[in-house]
């Protein structure tokens, strides 16, 4: 049995999120933070700039998979609630086990 093309694209999609390193991480770092954190917390946790930070979060924004909020003058991020999110924090707890 064929899967539908929309299934296989948001598989693919969802994949192809993951392959970056720096989302993965972020990825991990918000699962372990479940209340969130501040774009700042996170370049200073992984090592990298606000300016990168910014920029991955966003792609993961635009897929739906994190929100951001406000906190005072922070911008700060948390992981969705979704079907797609469950999924890839199984997926990710399968190489982080």
């Known amino acids: 049995m064929q899967e539908p093309i929309d299934t296989i694209l948001d598989t693919t999609s969802a994949f192809k999120l993951l392959s970056d ?3 993965y991480q972020i990825l991990c770092l918000l699962i372990k933070h479940k209340r969130g954190r501040c774009v700042y917390e996170i370049a200073e946790d ?3 700039s606000h300016s990168a ?3 991955q979060l966003s792609k993961l ?3 739906d998979i994190v929100c951001r909020y406000r906190e005072g003058q922070a911008m700060c991020y948390q992981m969705k609630n ?3 999110t469950k999924n890839l924090k199984r997926v990710i707890s399968i190489f982080e086990s």
Do not use: K, V, Y
């Open 61 to 63: 924004e635009a897929r």
């Open 21 to 23: 390193p720096t989302r």
């Open 46 to 48: 992984l090592h990298i």
């Open 53 to 55: 930070a910014s920029h």
């Open 82 to 84: 979704t079907p797609l």
